[in-house]
């Protein structure tokens, strides 16, 4: 502006703002879980607007991994990005685009939809489970949107029960829990995963298993050697078990020939052909699955011999001609098989001399066999047989050997002489078992013939008494038989000889042997603590039994006492309660074996002692606590009295009897009718 007076002048700057326009957003975008998304448009204003990116209203700047967010902007092209590295499911939702200058704040939204494949990340493992367990099957799947679970058993599917349970984790861990399962929990598992991409499955097979259990008891097993065996052990488990035999605690060969293994069904036989004096042992059997293992309890096999027997003995006496063969016969049973040993007097016959056999045939009878005799073979002959059950000595045989010179001089002979009765051979002790026939010769020389009279314990026997004689006039020998012999045949015998001229005798003993019998055995008793117990059987057994004490089953050693013949204690002076137990007593003879047992029960009187005064004074609505102590065995039963009429206990009165015997009775709350004799 001038004027006369001069000129003056003055200037603005004018800034013309424009709003910020956000253009070519898209509505919605689709990110894929694990990858990278943009979210882009384009922004225009004057002056540059400051861009923020919202999520749920929050600066995405600003959040914990705010590292994975970027935004970028062109200035030449006005496009602005936001980078989102390594898309997550919680980054899915609305976002907005804030564009601010001095003209205007504006904003606009978009929605990021995340997406994820439907798939498994862990699947389903097949599985091994042992009944009575919980089963837990677990897998993982990821899909966005979040998928519909389902499960199924063998295609019928699975709903959440008290046995059954399914959870879902928010990491997409899928868990089925099925408590205590049984054999009707197994099979093929299969979990379904839904969503809108689709449907993906994942299946596993669950076997459940049963760890090896010996079922029913197993028993000892007693045998007479060379006889089969057979152990059996009943054994369950699934899958069906590997079975093992064990010997003393030890593998041991299995040759399939004389020793096999039978398998039927759930039942195992260990089978022996026939019996070894080796087979003695204890045999267990170990039984494995994938479940576990067990071993059973013990069988015992026992392989008992059988003592040789006689069944044809030496006969007394043997005459023979010079240059003729000595030929001596047995006949013997046994097992095992026996073995026979000859003797000249005290001396053995050795198998190696000339002139002499040993023979043995099929029969088990055995000879011994002098070729050619002479007047040097003369003397008493016998043989001592055994095995391992045993042995037993033959009757002796007196073998005279003459030459045929004296037979034709005795033929000759027509002159009669009168004698007085001799035993030119006496009879000999003979031992038995009850029921068998005992035959026992001797030979006689009398003239005239002598009367025979047989005698036990001074009493003449007669054909009632089940002896018999029979005397051959020929030969001059006598046989005396008992048939069907009984032990109370046993005893010492006489056989009586008298003629005009003398008279002569000769006892031997004939003993009737049988197995044990209990004709008084053990009964269940109860024994007071402190006191002396006393357990007695009668048994009768010939030859003399061997008596075994036994508790639970352990042999009680130096123990037990003979009262007489048949009459057998067991004496324990000072009773104390881990003497309670099953007692057994075990009578045995080479001819068999018979047992008896009982159950001690230890008891002990009852003690009551209380711990209260007798009288008491306690106020109305105070409580009354009455105690005492109650010792015995078995466990007394108490009561608790008022005015001589139980009490029961209620919501007022508690009564209590704890395991140490401290019994008790509490009155919440006196009242005026408790003043009473408790």
């Not at 704040?105 to 862990?122: G, H, M, P, W, Y």
């Not at 045998?223 to 590997?242: D, F, M, R, Y």
């Amino acid at each position: 502006m001038t004027n006369s007076e001069g000129e003056i002048s003055s200037q603005a700057n004018l800034n013309i703002h424009v709003a910020p326009i956000i253009s070519s957003l898209p509505s919605k975008i689709d990110g894929i879980q694990g990858k990278q998304v943009i979210i882009s448009c384009q922004i225009s204003g004057h002056p540059k607007p400051e861009i923020t990116f919202l999520k749920d209203k929050k600066d995405v700047t600003k959040f914990e991994d705010k590292s994975r967010f970027q935004i970028e902007h062109n200035d030449q092209t006005g496009e602005v990005r936001l980078i989102i590295s390594d898309v997550k499911e919680e980054d899915h939702g609305k976002y907005t685009i804030r564009a601010k200058n001095l003209a205007q704040t504006v904003e606009e939204q978009t929605t990021l939809n995340v997406l994820a494949s439907l798939s498994f990340i862990d699947q389903l493992q097949d599985t091994d489970i042992v009944s009575g367990q919980n089963l837990t099957l677990t897998c993982r799947c990821q899909g966005i949107p979040k998928p519909t679970i389902k499960w199924y058993q063998n295609d019928n599917e699975i709903k959440s029960t008290t046995k059954q349970k399914i959870e879902s984790k928010s990491d997409g861990t899928q868990t089925l829990t099925i408590n205590r399962v049984d054999l009707t929990d197994g099979g093929e598992f299969k979990i379904l995963a839904i969503n809108e991409q689709g449907t993906i499955t994942s299946t596993c097979h669950v076997d459940v298993i049963m760890k090896p259990k010996i079922d029913g008891k197993v028993q000892d097993i007693q045998v007479i050697i060379g006889e089969p065996a057979q152990l059996n052990i009943k054994v369950s488990g699934l899958p069906k078990p590997t079975i093992q035999w064990l010997k003393n605690g030890q593998p041991f060969d299995i040759d399939n020939q004389r020793i096999k293994i039978i398998e039927k069904d759930d039942l195992y036989s260990l089978i022996f052909d026939h019996t070894q004096i080796d087979d003695k042992a204890s045999y267990t059997l170990k039984a494995i699955n994938k479940a576990g293992e067990i071993e059973s309890p013990k069988i015992n096999l026992n392989i008992t011999s059988i003592q040789p027997k006689i069944k044809l003995d030496l006969q007394p006496n043997l005459n023979v001609k010079k240059d003729e063969p000595i030929i001596l016969t047995i006949q013997v049973d046994g097992k095992p098989k026996p073995e026979i040993k000859w003797f000249k007097g005290n001396d053995e016959i050795l198998i190696n001399q000339s002139g002499i056999q040993f023979i043995e045939e099929i029969d088990n009878t055995y000879k011994l066999i002098i070729e050619k005799s002479t007047e040097k073979d003369q003397g008493e002959y016998s043989a001592l047989i055994q095995n391992s059950g045993g042995q037993i000595k033959s009757k002796k045989t007196n073998v005279t050997v003459t030459s045929k010179s004296i037979y034709l001089r005795n033929f000759l002979n027509l002159s009669l002489i009168l004698e007085s009765p001799e035993f030119v051979t006496k009879p000999v002790d003979t031992t038995v078992q009850q029921g068998d026939t005992a035959t026992i010769e001797c030979q006689i020389d009398a003239l005239p013939l002598p009367k025979i009279t047989l005698l036990r314990d001074g009493k003449v026997l007669t054909p009632k008494d089940g002896i018999e004689q029979t005397f051959d006039v020929a030969t001059h020998r006598l046989i005396i038989t008992a048939k069907n012999t009984r032990v109370d045949q046993s005893g010492t015998l006489t056989c009586k000889l008298e003629n005009p001229i003398g008279s002569n005798e000769a006892s031997f003993k004939l003993n009737v042997n049988s197995g044990p019998t209990i004709s008084k055995g053990l009964i269940d008793q109860e024994c007071q603590l402190d006191k002396e117990f006393r357990l007695t059987i009668i048994s009768s057994a010939s030859p003399q039994p061997t008596i075994k004490w036994f508790k639970d089953n352990i042999e009680l050693k130096n123990i037990g006492t003979k009262i007489n013949d048949d009459t057998y204690e067991l004496i324990i002076p000072n009773i104390k309660l881990e003497d309670e137990g099953i007692y057994k007593v075990i009578v045995s003879n080479e001819l068999g074996d018979k047992e008896s047992q009982c159950k001690l029960t230890v008891i002990q009187p009852t003690e009551l002692k209380c711990a209260f005064p007798e009288q008491q004074t306690i106020q109305i609505g105070q409580p009354i606590h009455l105690e005492c102590h109650v010792t015995g065995r078995p466990q007394p039963d108490v009561t608790w009295t008022k005015d001589g009429k139980e009490i029961k206990s209620s919501d007022r009165i508690v009564i209590t009897k704890t395991p140490d015997g401290t019994c008790s009775m509490t009155i919440k709350q006196a009242i005026a009718d408790d003043k009473v004799n408790f």
